[in-house]
């Protein structure tokens, strides 16, 4: 642009009065060549997590008004959010014994992922879902839920909810529910299980559309079977058992569709035979990985961090990631790819030309 006449410097300054803003000076903050996100690669030690969440748990009340002892991933990349990536949030909860998160419900969905401990029953909709090692467990959008602890000791997990996102679209709505959570039972299955969860299975008294998952708990036995499975067809010498060599993977799925058991929300599972390389690539889509048993080291753009058991990884779109396990590495995932899906905004390095270099038409 010629910036030689004063007249152009008079008409930027008029526009600016008038709240004004002309593109061909924005042009490569509107319109980069790829998301160039304000979120950065980072890591939280589940060590510092869990005894700051400790801490929390002696110091802080759980109840009415505050609502959750949960301690939100606050990436460096947004400072004063407390969130893991541009859509989604990520807390450790911390529950002590015989505590109750109080019942509410909210439009974000929500989902825990257990890594330690057990003795909290989540009751979501009226339904009581026992929260072990290993087990994940939704609440969809708008159900009633609320935690309680029965067993003998503090219990701490981790939290993933569409918060982020829900707050770029305004779309927040909120309301407390009844102050006492009722009779603290401990049903062994949710009834969303006992309906649900038998594979291949779908009850003929269930609605035909159901688009938010119907079973409650996914739980690690099952998880854990399928990884196994995976890797014992590749050693049996069935390569396309697994994603790419000694990696096993399974998503959470809503029974009832085949679709992502939360609406905007992606989970996964991951397991890395012990020297296994999950090569590299990039996608636009935001992630968190929390590591569930193992050790390994992830490779974020130029950045190499080692992790161990608990640890959590927050990858913004757009960087390329690698991981290599040093042994059997477990590792949870979650990330906001449903909601680029089906906006049709989904790519990665190896679909859009532009991240080659190429020219995308
Ligand atoms: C919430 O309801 C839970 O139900 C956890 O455990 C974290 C963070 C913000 C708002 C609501 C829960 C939350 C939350």
């Known amino acids: 642009m010629p910036d030689w006449d004063p007249r152009i410097a008079e008409l930027h300054q008029e526009l600016d009065k008038h709240d004004l803003l002309p593109l061909w000076t924005q042009r490569e903050d509107l319109m980069p060549t790829h998301p ?20 929390a748990g002696e110091l802080v009340p759980v109840g009415r008004g505050g609502e959750r002892r949960a301690i939100a991933l606050a990436n460096p990349g947004l400072p004063n959010v407390p969130h893991a990536t541009p859509t989604l949030w990520a807390a450790v909860q911390y529950l002590g014994f015989h505590e109750v998160a109080p019942v509410h419900r909210h439009s974000q969905n929500a989902f825990r992922f257990v890594l330690e401990g057990d003795g909290v029953w989540t009751v979501v909709d009226r339904d009581p879902i026992a929260m072990r090692r290993g087990d994940l467990l939704l609440t969809p959008g708008w159900a009633w839920h609320g935690h309680y602890n ?13 918060i982020p996102l829900i707050g770029a679209l305004d779309n927040e709505f909120f309301q407390f529910g009844p102050d006492t959570i009722g009779d603290r039972t401990t049903p062994e299955r949710s009834s969303g299980e006992l309906l649900w969860g038998h594979p291949g299975l779908r009850p003929l008294s269930a609605p035909r559309d159901i688009s938010t998952s119907p079973l409650s708990a996914y739980r690690w036995e099952h998880t854990d079977a399928a990884l196994t499975a995976q890797l014992e067809l590749e050693a049996a010498g069935n390569p396309h058992a697994v994603t790419c060599p000694g990696h096993a993977a399974v998503r959470f799925t809503n029974p ?12 996964e599972m991951h397991r890395l ?12 889509a935001s992630s968190v990985w929390q590591v569930f048993t ?8 130029a950045e190499h961090v080692e992790v161990g058991r608990g640890d959590l990884v927050a990858v ?14 477990d590792l949870f995932r979650f990330s906001d790819t449903p909601v680029r899906e089906r906006l049709g905004l989904y790519l990665t390095d190896a679909t859009n030309p532009a991240a080659t270099g190429g020219t995308a038409r």
């Open 36 to 55: 160039l996100p304000a979120a950065v690669p980072h890591r939280w030690r589940w060590a510092d997590l869990y005894e700051l969440a400790a801490r």
């Open 150 to 162: 029965t067993g003998d000791a503090p219990m701490a997990w981790l939290d993933g909810l569409d």
């Open 256 to 267: 009832a569709t085949g679709g992502d058991a939360l609406s905007t929300i992606r989970m």
């Open 273 to 284: 035979r012990a020297g296994a390389r999950v090569p590299a690539s990039r996608e636009s």
């Open 294 to 301: 193992g050790t390994g080291v992830f490779h974020l753009d």
């Open 316 to 329: 913004p779109s757009w960087t390329e990631v690698a991981i290599d396990a040093m042994d059997e590495l």
